[in-house]
């Protein structure tokens, strides 16, 4: 199956920071979403992007689909930032989502 | 409010007893799907369903139920051949396959434990 790694695994950073959080993916892709999940176990939806840029707020995200990355940017960091960020996709012909393993992020004030 | 509930929001478990997990929604989405968690891990797929009447194993499917009578419910039973059941589980749905609109939005999970 698909092959999807976030990095870094943990991010420590001071509040006002921006960050930038990495997905990669092994194959082509016809669906890639970006999660937060909050301390409380809650996974919110930030963006449906297969392909392109778009931008919400403080957050920002961008896939190169023919080079199977995307990226996810977050500038001046606030402590309701902190939680894990989580990337999934699907590939063509695959009627499922495969999840990374999530990139900690934790925001000190 | 449009949403997924699920209840309970936490739920312990003795050796060799069956339990089900709720999940409801009114979003109108065809498809429902459930993930488990472990501690610091991604999620996993169990189930997913894309029409009533109709559902597919997923990644970790042995040992969990489900069935899908109504559009809105999609209820996880998590059977005794399950031996480690203890993870937070997450109910999500999506539209269907429009092009547009797939993102996939989750309910607030179940904290399931072994007693």
């Known amino acids: 199956g698909i092959q999807v790694e976030q990095s870094p695994p943990d991010l420590i950073l001071q509040e006002g920071a921006n960050s930038t959080l990495r997905c990669n993916f092994s194959?082509?892709?016809?669906?890639l979403q970006w999660f937060h999940q909050n301390p409380w176990g809650q996974l919110i939806n930030l963006f449906y992007i297969p392909s392109g840029t778009k931008q919400n707020g403080r957050l920002s995200a961008t896939t190169v689909a023919t080079e199977r990355y995307s990226l996810l940017y977050i500038s001046s960091s606030q402590t309701t930032d902190s939680g894990v960020y989580f990337c999934?996709?699907?590939?063509?012909?695959?009627?499922?989502?495969?999840f990374g393993t999530g990139t900690r992020l934790t925001i000190i004030p | 409010d449009g949403g997924i509930t699920q209840s309970p929001k936490y739920l312990f478990r003795k050796e060799g007893q069956n339990v089900t997990l709720s999940c409801e929604q009114n979003?109108?989405?065809?498809?429902m799907y459930w993930y488990r968690q472990d501690p610091g891990q991604g999620l996993r797929l169990i189930y997913y369903s894309q029409i009533v009447n109709d559902f597919q194993k997923g990644d970790i499917a042995e040992g969990y139920s489900v069935s899908r009578e109504k559009k809105e419910s999609f209820p996880l039973t998590v059977t005794s051949a399950q031996k480690n059941p203890t993870a937070f589980y997450l109910c999500?749905?999506?539209?269907?396959?429009?092009?547009?609109?797939?993102?996939?939005?989750f309910g607030s999970g179940t904290q399931l434990s072994v007693l």
């Open positions: 999934a996709v699907r590939n063509f012909g695959n009627e499922k989502l495969t």
């Open positions: 979003l109108n989405h065809d498809a």
């Open positions: 999500a749905s999506s539209a269907p396959r429009t092009g547009v609109n797939e993102k996939l939005f």
């Open positions: 194959d082509s892709v016809n669906n």
